[in-house]
């Protein structure tokens, strides 16, 4: 009776945290949800322990998930903001601005992100070589010169963390405006994201996208690129211009794509768009995925 309790326990956990990744995913439920769900982490120690408590009564322990799971999806929905700002130890932080001139010589910038969870936005919107809103409270930056600063690269991190100020993460915000005369390798180390990748004006030679549980939107140049995508639970959606192809190797467990629609053709592990060989730039996406949906289609 006991090894069956628990299993009930485990099983009600394991139920819990797939349903919020597939209704994030799915859009039903904001991914707020997915970070309420670290930040109130610690109530599944609750639960577990009325497990124990309550070991025989299959009822209470059901119950007890379910009130977790109502508080963790009301607390995603009204509590944490999905605009403009964050919250830290229960007050409004604003974002803080950060500018980087462009040197009249620099021909390439590399820009590193790594966040925990986070909201993302990012287009070519500055004639700088970067404009940002972040918070200098919980993230630093840090800018080299390489080439005889024909090169820039930038990094963007979160700083280290404590028990204090561990669950800060599920709420911040970054929004960055990049310079799109410039060739860009972006590199994204994140936890839950939310964001739209804009850069249909931006010259992205390289794009590497290392993240848990996702929800992202992006938007292709007309610019040959080198895609990596390595996610967990996760809801991709890539748009193309006209002028570019696309073609995915895709590996993961339980993947929807809409590489069964006319046009697309498969040639051993990789999956080609429509009309892939008359465009003028190709992509080609390496893309891992744990659990989820990938679509893409031509603007």
């Known amino acids: ?104 010589e620099t021909e390439r910038g590399e820009l590193k992100l790594e966040f925990g969870a986070t909201q993302l936005n990012l287009d070519a919107d500055t004639t700088n070589l970067l404009d940002a809103k972040i918070s200098e ?53 994140t936890g839950a994201i939310e964001g739209n990748l804009d850069m249909k004006d931006l010259k992205v030679e390289e794009l590497d996208i290392n993240t848990g549980a996702s929800k992202l939107q992006l938007d292709m140049g007309s610019c040959n690129t080198s895609l990596k995508l390595d996610a967990g639970a996760t809801k991709i959606a890539i748009t193309l211009p006209k002028d570019t192809g696309i073609r995915v190797r895709l590996d993961g467990a339980l993947n929807d794509t809409n590489f069964d629609e006319p046009g697309w053709e498969k040639k051993g592990d990789w999956r080609y768009s429509p009309g892939y060989d008359t465009k003028s730039f190709k992509i080609e996406a390496d893309v891992d995925m744990g659990v989820g949906k990938l679509t893409v289609v031509e603007r």
């Open 137 to 189: 409270e919980l993230v630093r930056h840090s800018e080299v010169q390489k080439d005889g600063n024909r090169i820039t690269s930038i990094r963007f991190w979160m700083k280290g963390y404590t028990i204090s100020n561990f669950n800060h993460t599920e709420t911040l915000r970054n929004d960055f405006h990049l310079n799109r005369d410039v060739i860009w390798k972006l590199t994204l180390d």
């Open 1 to 104: 009776m006991q090894n069956q309790g628990k299993g009930l326990g485990l099983g009600i956990l394991l139920l819990t945290i797939g349903v919020l990744w597939a209704l994030g995913i799915a859009g039903i439920v904001n991914m707020s949800t997915l970070f309420a769900l670290f930040k109130l982490w610690p109530l599944i120690l609750v639960a577990i322990g009325i497990g124990f408590i309550f070991r025989n009564n299959r009822l209470i322990k059901a119950t007890a998930w379910l009130v977790i799971l109502a508080v963790i999806v009301c607390y995603g929905y009204f509590k944490i903001p999905s605009k403009g700002s964050f919250i830290v130890d229960g007050s409004k932080v604003t974002t803080s601005a950060v500018t980087l001139e462009k040197r009249p």
